[in-house]
């Protein structure tokens, strides 16, 4: 097959100047046009995580519980998800610089209407709309690199492109905690703006005009399109409420269950069935694109759900305010910044796959290295496998994107994209939902193991409960029973508390086992040649 290099008749009407096939090197508006478009998905995936470590300050300003706080991150990721797949075709219909700039005008404008939200439902609909106009943006990104850079390039604009996918969730609860904590929570949603108002400048004067077909709306796969967005929708709500409804105990959650199976097999069988799918899901034969893909949804489990957990443990166990969960996250973000530039040069020297293995391998390796947490496990100590997990997702992104393409025509390059970072995006749903499940589940587990050791037949247990009354009552409990009562229920909160952190450190490890597989499935892909483009073999 055709290597993915940019072609006159291949490309997505206005993605790219017909020279670029033919030229050894993109002219300085190409690389304008392709930096804009970085810009745009780096603030897209941005948005997914830089609530995380403000969820307590929205929902006081909303007025609505901690239960339904995590709707506000969830109803932007259902909006990329749905919209993702849907970007190859709008991009055909309404040309590809139509769509971009449009998308980008309303993301920066759904942004800044979540900072008048009220109330919860409007804080889900702005939400939710500002991720479909956003959802755009990274597959785009991604095109543009696919379409409009020599093959020789494109190694720089992968990086480019994995700078955006790992530095963003990694910076985004950095930024949106400090904002919290110094302006206020609306301030996040404004920070869109001056990124978007110079994104759609430079996508004005860099990308070619070119007409809109709206005569492909009849040749849409609106069956596809429709059960697509229902069963994602069906399936995302169901992991965002499983847990809190105790899953399939619930009426509710078995009837999301059931449409979700129902439309995502309606969905699958219509996209294999006809001729022109919305998403070509046969892509997936393709031996790399297929691994390259499955490792990809592996890796969104874990950057997605680290991204998660960790803002959750720093402020439930340790008590972390919005900026000091920030600052410690800061630390898997910003040494990305040197390491990312550097892996197109690795590229030119090593298989790409044994890079994507050493990268991924390490950021399990940073995630194993959390599962003995105690008590006293805080910042300070999560600055060493924070520093490791930086160092190994430098090195995952641009050479698992440069798998994954291996072989993808030209043509099939915006379909390609939208599956790919569709399924990371549905990975990191999945991750955030599984790992809210396993600690609780582990939490439960371990309060019962601790709590069967932790009884008053034991003397060290009396002793401690004897100590905690006197401390009581020499600070103002004068009744001794009463002063008892409240050690006894301080013992069972420092045991819950204990076992919080064990069901913490559980998740770390399912993490990496996650990642585990993902490096190793790495290996079983075909070898790309040094350059890590889509060179055909």
């Given amino acids: 097959m055709s290597s993915i290099t940019a072609t006159a008749g291949a490309m997505p009407a206005g993605a790219g100047p017909s020279a670029a096939g033919v030229t050894e090197k993109a002219s300085l508006t190409t690389w304008i046009a392709i930096l804009a478009g970085m810009i745009g998905a780096f603030m897209a995936i941005l948005n997914i995580q830089i609530t995380n470590a403000s969820l307590l300050d929205i929902e006081g300003g909303i007025g609505t519980g901690v239960d339904n706080g995590a709707w506000i991150s969830t109803s932007y990721l259902i909006g990329e998800i749905v919209v993702i797949p849907l970007t190859s075709y709008f991009s055909r219909v309404f040309s590809f610089r139509a769509y971009m700039i449009g998308s980008t005008f309303f993301f920066a404008i759904f942004s800044m209407a979540c900072a008048f939200a009220s109330n919860l439902g409007e804080m889900i609909a702005m939400r939710g709309l500002q991720g479909f106009a956003g959802g755009v943006l990274i597959p785009m990104a991604f095109t543009m690199v696919a379409t409009r850079l020599p093959k020789a ?45 110079v994104m759609i400048v430079a996508l004005y004067l860099t990308l070619e005009r070119a007409p809109m077909k709206f005569s492909l709306l009849k040749e849409g796969d609106w069956f596809g399109i429709l059960t697509m967005a229902v069963g994602l929708s069906a399936l995302q709500t169901l992991l965002e409420e499983g847990n809190k409804d105790d899953w399939f105990q619930s009426p509710f959650i078995v009837k999301l269950a059931v449409v979700a199976v129902v439309f995502l097999t309606a969905f699958i069988w219509i996209e294999l069935k006809i001729e022109k799918p919305l998403v070509d899901l046969r892509l997936l034969r393709n031996r790399n694109f297929g691994i390259g893909t499955l490792a990809n949804v592996l890796v969104g489990f874990a950057l997605f759900g680290s991204v998660y957990i960790l803002p959750q443990y720093l402020g439930q166990v340790q008590g972390y305010n919005a900026e000091q969960i920030g600052a410690v996250l800061a630390w898997t973000g910003l040494p990305q910044l040197l390491l990312i530039p550097l892996v197109p040069l690795m590229m030119r020297y090593f298989d790409v796959r044994y890079i994507g293995f050493v990268g991924i391998g390490l950021f399990a390796v940073s995630c194993f290295m959390n599962t003995q947490m105690s008590l006293d496990y805080s910042g300070d100590q999560f600055f060493l496998p924070n520093i490791v997990r930086a160092v190994g997702q430098a090195m995952v992104i641009t050479p698992l994107t440069a798998i994954a393409t291996l072989g993808i025509a030209p043509k099939d390059a915006a379909n390609a994209s939208g599956l790919f970072n569709m399924l990371r995006n549905l990975g990191g749903a ?27 037949s034991r003397e060290e247990v009396r002793q401690r409960i004897a100590q905690m009354t006197d401390y009581f009552m020499a600070h103002g409990m004068s009744d001794h029973a009463a002063a008892q009562q409240q050690a006894v229920i301080a013992l069972g909160k420092t045991v819950k508390r204990q076992a919080l952190v064990m069901g913490f450190s559980d998740t770390f490890a399912v993490i990496g086992v996650m990642l585990a597989i993902a490096a190793v499935l790495l290996l079983f892909a075909k070898k790309g040649k040094p350059g890590g483009s889509a060179a055909a073999h």
């Fill in 153 to 197: 390039q494109q190694p720089t604009g992968l990086a480019m492109f994995a700078l955006a996918v790992t530095f963003a969730p990694a910076i985004g609860p950095t930024i949106g905690g400090y904002l919290t904590e110094n302006y206020g929570w609306q301030t996040i949603f404004f920070i869109n703006t001056a990124p978007s108002a």
């Fill in 430 to 456: 999945v991750g955030t939902a599984a790992l809210g499940t396993i600690i609780t589940k582990r939490e439960q587990f371990h309060s019962n193991i601790i709590g069967q050791a932790v009884t008053t």
